[in-house]
Each structure stands twice: as structure tokens, then as C-alpha cells.
């Protein structure tokens, strides 16, 4: 009888402690419930006092991630071999509304050239300081690169393929050498990389640029293991993977020079991009900000369409 009062009491002392440990964990949920609340969740995608750079950030994409960025605080450094292109575009940014608005300068650099880019990482810090996020926005695609009827693949030639892959590919590795360097030192960065729709689903006659990119997504993995296994957790580097975009790069595939109407490829597009339409390019800006900013905390090495559901579609 004593020996199964000890237990009795026993099993309730371990009930007692049971029911304190979920009163405990309760707390806890609610605390995290509580903490994550509209100004928290908005306090996420606050960019006050971070530096950004966006190589081709006069592009059409790129400019729109500038806009966004700094109308999120961030001082952005927009770096593109012309500064005139870049100009025109601080002055749309010098119209938006100054509140909460973050600063933008225009930098010239060449993605392929080392040299320049360690001048351009000079001019950032001496305005900004170093650099904590990078986004490599240059790249394209060039006519001569592309097959067709005009031009067979067996004739397209070795200068116009290079010109391509170097821009799309070598043009991304070399800013992430650069301005990853800084990161590693720091532990710290986020490095986000443009790819294309045409990286996992190539697209006929584009040869280079469909290769270049899918080369991209490759390094875009690679890179995020490494900085997070031989630097730091803190940085992490992801891609977006845009669908049709109406650019200066492929506006010759999919519109017609003359009538300005969609050709052939441009209408097989539309018809095979569950959205019905090309997209806009402030349609990037919420993968992007998410990707860049605290709550994707826990994401990298991943590549995020943003393509209207065009990979999602079988084509019946």
C-alpha cells in the first residue's frame, strides 16, 4: 500500500510538471502569435540603412527593383555601363514621395570586368558603406545569338554565343566574386540572381541564353551551400526566374518591328501562360522584397518563378 501511495504521488508530481510544460508552450505560441503582427510583419520588409546594388539596374527590371527598394528605404546603387540610362532613372526615383524614401546613385561598372567592379565597390562605399545586398539584374539575349530561319543553329556564330553566356553567366559570377567577398567577411549579405523561364524549360531558337541561365539556377545552388558552409548561415543567395517580360533583349522575337502586333512566338506565349498576358515588371517586386528581406530568414538556393504559370501548364 505505501509503495503504491509513492507512486500515486509520484505520478502526480510528473502530472503537475506535464501540465506546467504546456502552460509553458502555450505562452510561448501566444508570444509568437503576438509577435507577428501587421508592424512586425511590416517592420520585415522595412530596407532603412541597408546598401543595395543591382547590376543593370537602368534595365526594365532592374529599374523596377530599384523604385521599390528605395521606396522601402534602402539606398540603392544602381550600376550600369552608361550613367546617362541610370540617370533617367534617379529622376523618376527623385519624383517619388520623399517619406520613408531611401537614396539611389548611379555607378558605372561592367559586369565583366573585374577591375571596374572594384572601382564601383570604391565609389559605394565612400556614399553608402559596403554593400549588404547585391542583385544581378544584367544580362539579355542578343539576335545574332538566336537560331531560326534566317539563321541555322550550325551557323550562329562563336562571337555572338560567347557574348551571351559570358553576360548572362560570367556576368553573374563575377559581381557575387566582388561584392560576395564583403559578405564572407561580414557574415552577413543576401545575393539574389535574375534567371529566365528559358533556364528549365528551353525555349526553341534562344541557344545561348536558355544554356547561360540554366547555368545560372546551377551556380545560384552552388554559391548558397557554399557561403552558408564555408562563411556564414546569414548569407544566402536565391534567384527569381521571370516568365515573358516585354524587354529591349526579346522584344524582336515576340513583337513584329513594323506593326508593333505580337508574331507567331509572341501569340504560342500568351496562349501557354495560364495569366493570359506578359507580365509587368512590378509584378517581381513581392518575390523580390521577399527574397531580400527577414522573412525569408530560413530560404536560399532556391529559384522562384515568377512567370504567370507558365511552368505550371501542361500546354492541354
Not at 517592420?43 to 532603412?48: K, R
Not at 517619406?99 to 572601382?119: F, K, N, Q, Y
Amino acid at each position: 500500500m505505501a509503495h503504491g501511495s509513492r507512486l500515486a504521488a509520484r505520478g502526480s508530481r510528473l502530472a503537475a510538471h506535464g501540465s506546467q510544460l504546456m502552460a509553458h508552450g502555450s505562452q510561448l505560441m501566444a508570444q509568437n502569435f503576438n509577435f507577428m503582427n501587421h508592424e512586425t510583419i511590416s517592420n520585415f520588409y522595412n530596407f532603412s540603412g541597408r546598401t543595395v546594388l543591382i547590376t543593370g539596374g537602368a534595365g526594365v527590371l532592374g529599374a523596377e527593383m530599384a523604385c521599390a527598394l528605395v521606396g522601402c528605404g534602402a539606398n540603392v546603387a544602381i550600376l550600369n555601363r552608361t550613367v546617362a540610362t541610370a540617370e533617367r532613372l534617379l529622376q523618376r526615383i527623385e519624383q517619388m514621395p520623399a517619406t520613408g524614401r531611401g537614396r539611389a546613385i548611379a555607378v558605372t561598372g561592367d559586369v565583366l570586368d573585374r577591375e571596374s567592379l572594384l572601382r564601383a565597390e570604391a565609389v559605394i562605399g565612400r556614399e553608402f558603406g559596403h554593400v549588404d545586398t547585391l542583385i544581378n539584374a544584367a544580362g539579355g539575349n542578343k539576335p545574332a545569338a538566336t537560331a531560326g530561319v534566317d539563321r541555322k543553329f550550325f551557323d550562329v556564330p562563336e562571337e555572338a554565343l560567347r557574348l551571351v553566356f559570358d553576360l548572362n553567366m560570367l556576368g553573374t559570377i563575377l559581381p557575387s566574386q566582388v561584392f560576395g567577398r564583403g559578405m564572407a567577411e561580414r557574415s552577413s549579405g543576401t545575393i539574389l540572381n535574375v534567371s529566365s523561364m528559358a533556364a528549365s524549360r528551353p525555349m526553341t531558337r534562344v541557344v545561348a541564353y536558355s544554356a547561360a541561365k540554366a547555368a545560372t539556377d546551377n551556380f545560384t545552388q552552388w554559391l548558397a551551400v557554399h557561403m552558408a558552409q564555408t562563411y556564414s548561415p546569414r548569407i544566402r543567395v536565391n534567384a527569381i526566374a521571370p516568365g515573358f517580360f516585354l524587354t529591349d533583349q526579346n522584344r524582336f522575337l515576340l513583337t513584329d518591328k513594323d506593326t508593333g502586333g505580337l508574331t507567331d512566338r509572341g501569340r504560342s506565349i500568351i496562349a501557354h501562360t495560364p495569366a493570359g498576358r506578359f507580365g509587368n515588371p512590378e509584378d517581381l517586386v513581392g518575390a523580390v522584397l521577399w527574397l531580400l528581406s527577414p522573412a525569408a530568414a530560413f530560404v536560399t538556393g532556391i529559384v522562384v518563378p515568377v512567370d504567370g504559370g507558365f511552368s505550371a501548364f501542361s500546354g492541354v
